[in-house]
């Protein structure tokens, strides 16, 4: 089993920036993959940003160039470093972990971006 825990969402104006973080424990060891989903009121759940183990990353059109995920595994946790956020951004932010297997979500972050 493994359990993810984000933290670092909040109220941020346009233009500005904030930093998810996504700390993972239980089997950690099983996990390939991360990545960061978001969704937003009335819409479906969509990927913003993955990382492999070996640090292949790969991201949404609508967030290249101003976001960023990053991995540390030593200390089982990913980031998510959102600059230049805008109001479309806003949204629920989950963590996820993939192992060959299963699936693992975080309970998800809000982050609020006003105009």
């Not at 101003?66 to 949204?91: C, G, H, W």
């Amino acid at each position: 089993q493994v359990r993810l825990v984000e933290s670092g969402g909040g109220l941020v104006q346009a233009g500005g920036s904030l930093s998810l973080s996504c700390a993972a424990s239980g089997s950690t060891f099983n996990i390939r993959t991360m990545a960061w989903y978001r969704q937003a009121p009335g819409k479906e759940r969509e990927l913003v940003a993955r990382i492999a183990r070996g640090g292949i990353t790969n991201y949404a059109d609508s967030v290249k160039g101003r976001f960023t995920i990053s991995r540390d595994n030593a200390k089982n946790t990913v980031y998510l470093q959102m600059n230049s956020l805008k109001p479309e951004d806003t949204a629920v932010y989950y963590c996820n972990g993939e192992t060959t297997f299963q699936t693992y979500w975080g309970q998800g972050t809000q982050v609020t971006v006003s105009s």
